[in-house]
T-cell receptor, first 113, second 114 residues
Framework: DQQVKQNSPSLSVQEGRISILNCDYTNSMFDYFLWYKKYPAEGPTFLISISSIKDKNEDGRFTVFLNKSAKHLSLHIVPSQPGDSAVYFC????????????FGQGTTLQVKP | SAVISQKPSRDICQRGTSLTIQCQVDSQVTMMFWYRQQPGQSLTLIATANQGSEATYESGFVIDKFPISRPNLTFSTLTVSNMSPEDSSIYLCGGGMELGNTIYFGEGSWLTVV
């Protein structure tokens, strides 16, 4: 029972273009969502998050959009850079369950120079 | 963000042995967690490490297999007991701050059981 799904295992984008990573969830009790980036041989690094009371959060080149009615969120990276090449995990936090992150399977982003 | 350090970063272990992973966090962190990422899989919460008391385990994880200690606010250990090849994973220590929703992770401990 995968409550958080990242249906695209991989994505390839040209440098300078926009990268869009998608995430779907099934549990309406999730009230906080996070994106992490993971390089090989390193732990996940927190990127950006969004509360369920918002529909957009922006931090520099990274923007996360939340569509609660569709139970869908996306991470936009613009412009994409070769250093953005990594595995990106979407994670959701059920209300009242601090620390109990539910992760998606991850999407491997490759940004080509 | 929080500073979270783990060791060992990598180890190759013999079947049937046990290995203890240590995690040190900075003083901003009040909550500590242990996650696992099996090969090709997503990250899964093993347990919440509670200071001075027994950890809170998630479904599918038991104390006999994954004993956890947290003797003080900034230090925790996870032991993987009686290891089998199925325990080959990345074990990640996570830390969160009071009233915060973000979990920060250490570098991970990559265990290979042969």
């Amino acid at each position: 029972d995968q409550q958080v799904k990242q249906n695209s295992p991989s994505l390839s984008v040209q440098e300078g273009r926009i990268s869009i990573l998608n995430c779907d969830y099934t549990n309406s009790m999730f009230d906080y969502f996070l994106w992490y980036k993971k390089y090989p041989a390193e732990g996940p690094t927190f990127l950006i998050s969004i509360s369920s009371i918002k529909d957009k959060n922006e931090d520099g080149r990274f923007t996360v959009f939340l569509n609660k009615s569709a139970k869908h969120l996306s991470l936009h990276i613009v412009p994409s850079q070769p250093g953005d090449s990594a595995v990106y995990f979407c994670a959701a936090l059920p209300w009242g369950n601090t620390g109990k992150l539910i992760f998606g399977q991850g999407t491997t982003l490759q940004v080509k120079p | 963000s929080a500073v979270i350090s783990q060791k060992p970063s990598r180890d190759i272990c013999q079947r049937g042995t046990s290995l203890t992973i240590q995690c040190q966090v900075d003083s901003q962190v009040t909550m500590m967690f242990w996650y696992r990422q099996q090969p090709g899989q997503s990250l899964t919460l093993i347990a919440t490490a509670n200071q001075g008391s027994e950890a809170t385990y998630e479904s599918g994880f038991v104390i006999d297999k994954f004993p956890i200690s947290r003797p003080n606010l900034t230090f925790s250990t996870l032991t993987v007991s009686n290891m089998s090849p199925e325990d080959s994973s990345i074990y990640l220590c996570g830390g969160g701050m009071e009233l915060g929703n973000t979990i920060y992770f250490g570098e991970g401990s990559w265990l290979t059981v042969v």
